[in-house]
């Protein structure tokens, strides 16, 4: 390649030098002629009323067996970019016609991808202000402008809450239980007729709950993995991921030349074939001199003579010659009907039209002009154009625009009403007793589900008490001088359901030595307060409180070991757990209480155990908060601890805490809570559990030396450090047994299909 402006002699295609300008008279009648960007702006709406008119009056089309009307899935508009596409797809649902994008497009790049990120995000941090603000400007919430400008701070607060709970209760709801949560019939009605969003949104959220569901994300996490994959540019998009909204039943279809190889339709329109190859490439081109040498670079800033102009010449052509061939696709995808849009356009003569619909005319080159000017001459040129060839073609024009309120027909059913007919009905019962069931549904408790998930009981919000269990302990004050303050660390902290999930979550991930002061603890509690919509002023205070519960000793057979002596790398945080059921019964479990009554619960409880609605087949499904060995043992005893965050103390008439401390926690008040919730029966399976998990696991399990007890720990009542002569009495907060070995057995053996090894049976 030559440098820039390189002086030598025009290639003998060039322009003659000294040609004269156009005369005034020539350039007035050139303006008669419409430009391109006129045409294209009038265009999409006539080719979107040419299909309402085939639409009002459908033409029959002729199947193998049967003559039908045209319908909309029937037909397909062609077009060389995704701009016309859009235009098109405009003008249609301005008429209110459905259209769907045939492409290879990934859903994760679409608009619906985005808004459902809006979503997530707002989930994951109910308490974040722009998210909240991002998601009611998204589609998914359709806030106006003026609107979210002017939102009060108590509206803000309800969004916040309303996600704080879908937040909560996403373990049984995930995402599709959000979305339509978040998504009102108001709403869903407008998004249904914007075109293909909903069905991309469907799609979309599909795709995300089936990656939330294999790996068990929570919404934060889920997030974080959507953004990732918006982020991601795929080459090769997988099916499953490609957009389906291009698969809507009666639709018009909208797509590119390219995309149309292989495929047919009853009836195709091509309404940007009259388009050419536009004028030049820009600065920078490839540039074969000679057939078959080796490409060279073109800098040349002049494309009007010389290099340059020979380079922008033989671009052209290539376009022209690619046009060409797309266009002798786009016309062999019709199976019926094929119709055309032409008009003579201002500097668009070179397209591939032209020398099909007039033979004999010479072809001109991207300098020449048109040969005449006035579009009614074209009109009557092309009539007898048509007649003199003898051409398969009529002239059409557009049908005028719909009447108001117009809307496409919809297609003939498959069949008619009168031959529906229901099918069989089923003779017998369902079968209800095989399902997959937990703690919670066994109780069948709403106060149960919310000590299981981490909830204070207490809480003004809360449901009472079912008459059939204990009432909660209150005391109304010590009877006797108590050592410990009536207001520990916890007392001022918040109660509730956001409370208890943000402390579970954050005991997941804390360093169990960490000071108070500890700057990676500060941040972490910070985050989960803000992801549960609370404050995170509250981080100070909740690490404090969290490193005195840590250094609090267990007490029992655990003596003088604390949480915060357990290593990270010797416990197990949420180990979950799928228990199968052979035939599981209230009676058999209290059973095993009243064969085996010692401990701290034995046939007293037996009676309220007997009295829950437990009858189920299948499997028994949770999750153990932590699960760890005694340290310092060769191999165990293992431990199961669960974290509980329930008040107790006493309130006054306005509902303020008087006293929620160590006082209030002794193990009276926790032995008659611990009966009342159930918590008896949840520590017990989660043995039983441990137990089938440690045989599986031990080569050499023996329950005697491997299996341990259960912990749980009532974290506001936890006094933190106490001297070794504290230790013998049980130390405020905690409940800790080792219960009878046979009453484990019994219940794994009550349970059924529990894996071969030791049973009731088989103990020594």
């Known amino acids: ?56 009056d459908p033409p029959p089309l002729r199947e193998a067996t049967r003559d039908r009307p045209l319908e909309a899935a029937d037909i397909c508009l062609l077009v060389n970019t995704h701009s016309q596409a859009e235009d098109l797809r405009l003008a249609l649902r301005q008429l209110g016609i459905p259209s769907r994008l045939v492409s290879q497009s990934d859903v994760f790049a679409t608009p619906a991808a985005a808004a459902l990120q809006r979503l997530l995000d707002a989930l994951a941090e109910p308490a974040d202000a722009n998210r909240l603000r991002l998601l009611a400007a998204s589609p998914l919430l359709g806030w106006s402008a003026a609107t979210i400008a002017t939102a009060s701070p108590q509206r803000w607060s309800a969004l916040a809450v309303r996600l704080q709970q879908l937040a909560r209760d996403w373990p049984h709801l995930g995402l599709l239980g959000p979305l339509a949560a978040v998504l009102g019939a108001e709403q869903l009605a407008r998004l249904s007729s914007g075109g293909r969003f909903l069905a991309d949104l469907g799609q979309v959220a599909e795709l995300t709950q089936q990656r939330l569901h294999r790996q068990r994300l929570g919404p934060q996490a889920v997030a974080r993995w959507l953004r990732r994959r918006r982020s991601q540019r795929v080459d090769a998009v997988p099916d499953a991921e490609q957009t389906h909204s291009d698969k809507v039943r009666q639709a018009v279809a909208v797509m590119t030349v390219h995309r149309s190889k292989g495929l047919e339709f009853p009836l195709v329109i091509c309404p940007y074939l009259w388009q050419d190859a536009g004028q030049g490439r820009g600065e920078g081109r490839r540039w074969h001199p000679e057939p078959g040498g080796p490409p060279q670079l073109d800098l040349h800033r002049n494309r009007q003579w010389g290099p340059g102009w020979r380079a922008d010449r033989q671009a052209r052509r290539e376009l022209e010659a690619e046009r060409e061939r797309l266009a002798y696709v786009a016309l062999s995808r019709a199976m019926h009907r094929l119709i055309l849009a032409w008009a003579p356009v201002k500097d668009r003569h070179c397209n591939p039209l032209q020398p099909w619909l007039f033979a004999d005319d010479p072809v001109l080159d991207p300098e020449d002009s048109w040969p005449e000017t006035d579009p009614t001459v074209w009109r009557e040129r092309l009539d007898a154009e048509i007649r003199r060839r003898q051409l398969p073609v009529r002239l059409v024009e557009p049908p005028p625009p719909p009447p108001p309120g117009w809307r496409p027909p919809m297609g003939e059913p498959a069949l008619p009403p009168e031959a529906l007919t229901p099918g069989p009905r089923p003779s017998g019962p369902l079968d209800r007793g095989w399902a997959r069931g937990s703690y919670t549904s066994w109780t069948h408790d709403r106060q149960a589900l919310a000590q299981e998930e981490g909830r204070d009981i207490g809480d003004p919000d809360a449901p009472p008490d079912p008459p059939a269990l204990a009432p909660t302990h209150t005391p109304t004050g010590p009877a006797a001088p108590s050592p410990w303050p009536e207001r520990g660390l916890w007392a001022d902290l918040p109660a509730g359901s956001g409370f208890g999930d943000c402390l579970h979550r954050l005991l997941e991930r804390l360093d169990f030595r960490a000071a108070p002061t500890d700057p990676r603890g500060l941040a972490l509690a910070a985050h989960e307060l803000r992801r549960a919509g609370l404050p995170d002023t509250l981080a100070e205070p909740l690490l404090a409180a969290l490193c005195q519960m840590l250094a609090t000793p267990f007490g029992g057979p655990l003596g003088g070991l604390r949480p915060a002596d357990l290593p990270s790398r010797g416990r197990l945080h949420e180990l979950r757990f799928d228990l199968s059921l052979q035939q599981a019964r209230a009676r058999d479990l209290a059973a095993a209480f009243r064969l085996h009554p010692d401990g701290l619960f034995g046939a007293d409880y037996a009676d309220a155990l007997a009295a829950l609605p437990v009858g189920q087949r299948g499997f028994l499904t949770g999750s153990m908060d932590l699960v760890f060995p005694t340290p310092g043992a060769d191999a165990g005893p293992w431990w199961v601890l669960d974290w509980k965050s329930n008040r107790l103390g006493r309130r006054d008439e306005r509902g303020q805490v008087l006293s929620c401390g160590p006082g209030d926690y002794g193990p009276e008040a926790l032995r008659q809570l611990m009966a009342s919730q159930h918590y008896p029966l949840q520590a017990h399976l989660y043995l039983v559990a441990l137990h089938r998990y440690l045989a599986w696991r031990l080569p050499d399990y023996d329950p005697r030396r491997h299996l341990g007890g259960y912990v749980y720990v009532f974290v506001r009542g936890t006094p933190g450090a106490l001297p070794a002569d504290r230790l013998e009495a049980p130390v405020p907060g905690m409940v800790i047994e080792r219960p009878p070995l046979g009453r484990l057995l019994a219940l794994d053996q009550a349970l059924g299909t529990a894996p071969p090894g030791w049973r009731a049976g088989t103990l020594p």
Not at 37 to 47: E, G, K
């Open 1 to 56: 390649a030559g440098p820039p402006d390189a002086a030598g002699p025009p290639d003998a295609a060039a322009p003659p030098d000294g040609e004269d300008a156009p005369e005034p008279a020539a350039a007035a009648a050139a303006t008669r002629l419409p430009n391109n960007t006129a045409l294209n702006a009038r265009l999409p709406m006539q080719i979107a009323i040419t299909v309402a008119g085939l639409l009002s």
